[in-house]
């Protein structure tokens, strides 16, 4: 067996884990819900209102930042690697259909590899970990706890295998550290030396 086919084999193993024998009723009721985009956007907004408040006219470099860190990430794992990779979610692989349960009202018609939902999300949590997390030491452990609990949802539901979100979460993490750092010479750090 070669070495794709041993991790491909660990990967479902791993999915059968997470999806069947972590099953219960509370996991059940709110890890669906976690994977819902609408569900944050009361955190969204407290970041604009931070960045606004904290920033003031610099601020919307924080947003156009974060929208950016949000597009890249969103855009590489659904138009460059799933359209190349084209790995079938588990919800939609033929061989798996009677073992996966599916927690949510649908399986989805794209591809698997990677997820855009783990990539988004761990693009924003490193993005405001890079910018803030020197100075609010909370936000670090805080932010990727947020951000596996959602890639952790895509696979409970069935959606996704853990490569897919451990995958996302390396592509995400990568965007968003990298223009965090990039923005951190124009926001933060001039903001600091503004203050002194």
Same mark, same amino acid.
């Given at each position: 067996?070669?070495?794709?086919?041993? !991790?491909?084999?660990?990967? +479902? *193993? %791993?999915?059968?884990?997470?999806?069947?024998?972590?099953?219960?009723? &509370?996991?059940?009721? /709110?890890?669906?819900?976690?994977?819902?985009?609408?569900?944050?956007?009361? !955190?969204?907004?407290?970041? +604009? *209102? %931070?960045?606004?408040?904290?920033?003031?006219?610099?601020?919307?470099? &924080?947003?156009?930042? /974060?929208?950016?860190?949000?597009?890249?990430?969103?855009?590489?794992?659904?138009?460059?690697?799933?359209?190349?990779?084209?790995?079938?979610?588990?919800?939609?692989?033929?061989?798996?259909?009677?073992?996966?349960? /599916?927690?949510?009202?649908?399986?989805?018609?794209?591809?698997?590899?990677?997820?855009?939902?783990?990539?988004?999300?761990?693009?924003?949590?490193?993005?405001?970990?890079?910018?803030?997390?020197?100075?609010?030491?909370?936000?670090?452990?805080?932010a990727l706890l947020w951000a596996s609990l959602i890639a952790l949802s895509q696979v409970y539901v069935g959606v996704h295998y853990p490569g897919d979100?451990?995958?996302?979460?390396?592509?995400?993490?990568?965007?968003?550290?990298?223009?965090?750092?990039?923005?951190?010479?124009?926001?933060?750090?001039?903001?600091?030396?503004?203050?002194?």
């Amino acid at each position: 067996m070669t070495l794709i086919h041993t !991790l491909l084999a660990w990967d +479902a *193993a %791993f999915f059968h884990f997470i999806n069947n024998s972590l099953a219960n009723p &509370v996991f059940d009721v /709110l890890l669906p819900w976690c994977r819902e985009k609408w569900i944050w956007a009361p !955190l969204y907004l407290f970041i +604009a *209102a %931070f960045s606004w408040l904290r920033f003031g006219n610099r601020g919307w470099l &924080v947003l156009l930042g /974060l929208v950016a860190v949000v597009a890249i990430a969103d855009g590489t794992s659904s138009q460059l690697i799933k359209k190349n990779v084209r790995r079938l979610r588990p919800c939609n692989d033929p061989a798996l259909t009677d073992r996966v349960r /599916l927690r949510v009202a649908s399986c989805g018609s794209g591809y698997s590899f990677t997820s855009s939902h783990a990539a988004n999300h761990f693009g924003i949590a490193l993005f405001m970990i890079g910018l803030f997390g020197r100075s609010r030491r909370w936000l670090p452990p805080v932010a990727l706890l947020w951000a596996s609990l959602i890639a952790l949802s895509q696979v409970y539901v069935g959606v996704h295998y853990p490569g897919d979100v451990i995958c996302g979460a390396l592509v995400g993490a990568s965007i968003g550290w990298g223009v965090a750092w990039v923005l951190r010479r124009w926001v933060v750090d001039n903001s600091a030396k503004s203050n002194k």
